[in-house]
């Protein structure tokens, strides 16, 4: 192709003498318009200039409804509201206000989200609270009993009474975790020494978890059925599992 032709020129020149641009063969027809040189290379086929005003804009860009914005329900998932938003995004990309929209309405959707969420939280706790304060006596009584630690402390005794019992199973004798069971109970009166500031009241509590636990399992192991146990898990085996439960929340949540 020797020339690239405007629309009605009106000035013709050579332009752009450097090779890789313009060759020397090549001749390039110019015009002088709105008080600037523009050569022919700029207008794309069909003799058309490129117009900003062309690009397509959100229609929805002044919804207040954040979720009508994005073309979305109140119901819909996560999922949905981050699929629509990009979608809506690469369909009006290169319009500034249009992605600026679209951006605004996700962006409030999930704060709107995550104070619902906080919300329920707070809720929850003022109903847990409101259900105790209207509880009878005699359990609110109870309720003075327990306590919650922080959960590094929950975490660190869950961890060895899990360890004891993985220990139990994997050690199990005929005659039955006997030494873990003594380690556990030892622990167990240990911590409750630790908060209760007296060893007796501590012993006391420790074996009286040891034997409610071993109650409890007496009671409850014959009732699994036969074919979800292993054939070497003897019954002092699962009853020692249960106490271990009972331990590690004696000497969590007791105060």
Wanted: overall charge positive; glycine content about 6%; hydrophobic content about 45%.
């Amino acid at each position: 192709m020797e020339s690239l032709l405007l629309p009605n020129p009106s000035v013709s020149c050579r332009l752009l003498q450097h090779r890789s641009l313009c060759p020397k063969k090549t001749m390039r027809t110019c015009r002088v318009a709105a008080g600037r040189t523009r050569c022919a290379m700029d207008v794309p086929m069909g003799g058309r200039a490129w117009n900003p005003d062309t690009i397509p804009k959100f229609t929805r860009m002044h919804v207040r409804d954040p979720y009508k914005r994005l073309g979305v329900t109140l119901d819909a998932s996560e999922e949905e509201i981050r699929g629509a938003r990009n979608f809506l995004l690469e369909e009006y990309a290169g319009h500034e206000r249009s992605m600026e929209s679209i951006e605004a309405a996700y962006e409030k959707i999930l704060m709107a989200s995550f104070q619902k969420r906080k919300k329920s939280k707070i809720n929850l706790r003022s109903h847990i609270k409101q259900k105790v304060e209207e509880s009878p006596p005699w359990f609110k009584k109870l309720l003075e009993f327990f306590e919650i630690p922080p959960t590094e402390v929950i975490l660190r005794r869950a961890f060895l009474f899990a360890f004891m019992g993985a220990w139990s199973v994997m050690n199990s004798a005929e005659a039955g975790p006997a030494f873990q069971v003594a380690i556990s109970l030892a622990a167990c009166v240990y911590f409750l020494n630790d908060k209760m500031k007296s060893l007796g009241r501590a012993c006391i509590t420790g074996f009286g978890a040891l034997a409610v636990g071993w109650v409890c399992g007496s009671i409850v192991v014959p009732m699994i059925p036969t074919f979800l146990l292993q054939p070497t898990w003897t019954l002092e085996l699962l009853t020692s599992l249960v106490c271990y439960v009972f331990l590690f929340f004696a000497c969590t949540f007791l105060k």
